[in-house]
Nanobody, 116 residues
Framework: QVQLVESGGGLVQPGGSLRLSCEAS????????MGWYRQAPGKQREWVAT???????SYLDSVKDRFTISRDNVKTTLYLEMNNLKPADTAVYYC??????????WGQGTQVTVSS
């Protein structure tokens, strides 16, 4: 069955950086479009970035030029490089096949906290 394991989150100061990883199994990783999502306290889960199986990339406007999505099809791992982090980026971050983004299942996520 599909398994999604996010890691790499933590506590950073504003302006800091983190690199998130998502290890995926149980799906044809090289042939699906993958995305990063986040859920901040008191808010709904929102889309952050997508990298399709043809390597087309899209970002949420508020993270464009600060975040970089990438994938390693050999390791079946999706990455999110986050730079110049802001308090508004504080959230639990999740990865998924974009075709499952409306009904799941979802992994456990990884917590990112940006605070002085």
């Amino acid at each position: 069955q599909v398994q999604l394991v996010e890691s790499g989150g933590g506590l950073v100061q504003p302006g800091g950086s983190l690199r998130l990883s998502c290890e995926a199994s149980g799906l044809d990783f090289s042939r699906v479009s993958m995305g990063w999502y986040r859920q901040a306290p008191g808010k709904q889960r929102e889309w952050v970035a997508t990298m399709t199986y043809l390597d087309m990339i899209s970002y949420l406007d508020s993270v464009k030029d600060r975040f970089t999505i990438s994938r390693d099809n050999v390791k079946t791992t999706l990455y999110l490089e986050m730079n110049n982090l802001k308090p508004a980026d504080t959230a639990v971050y999740y990865c998924n096949d974009i075709s499952r983004s409306r009904e799941g299942p979802w992994g456990q996520g990884t917590q990112v906290t940006v605070s002085s």
